[in-house]
């Protein structure tokens, strides 16, 4: 498989508002679209207490552990070696360093945002 595929990787739990903000329906007429949910591998207590924020989008992958980081992304990489991620993941703690080092050690071509998206006064 070849085939084009966007890959956006969040660190939080995705509401229906994110998706609609991320405009994940717009890109899915011209590539497809897969998301990563992290947020019980890098943020567990906050999960917990997020338990209720969820969405009905179908593509959602949630990763839990890192062993089932390390096989998804081997996967993605043999399946789909031209993807691309949209990788909103922060440099917060040590899961979060190992997502983003395993990106760069797959040689996965990826976007890197600063900020995901909330505004910012310089």
Partial sequence: MNSNLLII????????FHIERLEISHLKKY???KVIDLSQLIHPSLFKENKNVSSEYEEITVIK???NLYSYLRALKKNFPNAVFMNLVQLTNLNSLIFNSQL???NFSYISFLNSGAP???
């Fill in 120 to 122: 910012e006064n310089s």
């Fill in 104 to 106: 760069k050690f797959l």
């Fill in 65 to 67: 552990s890192l062993k």
């Fill in 9 to 16: 990787v969040t660190a939080s739990q995705l509401s229906e």
């Fill in 31 to 33: 590539i497809d679209v």
